[in-house]
């Protein structure tokens, strides 16, 4: 089993930067990819951001340029670090863990609210 256990949300203005992280704990060894996924009232949850545990990156068109996930693997903690946020950036940010093995991934964490006013 694995545990993901986000913090760093809040409220912040338009053009405001804000860091998001991860904390992994528990089986970890069994963690390939982590990335982060957010949700937004009404709309369905998206990738935002994912990075293999070799530090290959992938990232939504809407934040490329703004958002930068990072890994610590001797943390055991990943990042979001976001830049000029936008009011459209306003959702529940999750922290998500894939095993190895799997194709999607399968732990995951409580969320944390980032809100973005205009």
């Known amino acids: 089993q694995v545990q993901l256990v986000e913090s760093g949300g809040g409220l912040v203005q338009a053009g405001g930067s804000l860091r998001l992280s991860c904390a992994a704990s528990?089986?970890?060894?069994?963690?390939?990819?982590m990335g982060w996924y957010r949700q937004a009232p009404g709309k369905q949850r998206e990738l935002v951001a994912g990075?293999?545990?070799?530090?290959?990156?992938n990232y939504a068109e809407s934040v490329k340029g703004r958002f930068t996930i990072s890994r610590d693997n001797a943390k055991n903690t990943v990042y979001l670090q976001m830049n000029n946020l936008k009011p459209e950036d306003t959702a529940v940010y999750y922290c998500?863990?894939?095993?190895?093995?799997?194709?999607?991934?399968?732990?995951w964490g409580q969320g944390t609210q980032v809100t973005v006013s205009s």
């Open positions: 998500a863990a894939k095993e190895y093995y799997y194709l999607d991934y399968n732990y």
């Open positions: 990075i293999t545990s070799g530090g290959s990156t």
């Open positions: 528990g089986s970890i060894f069994s963690i390939n990819d």
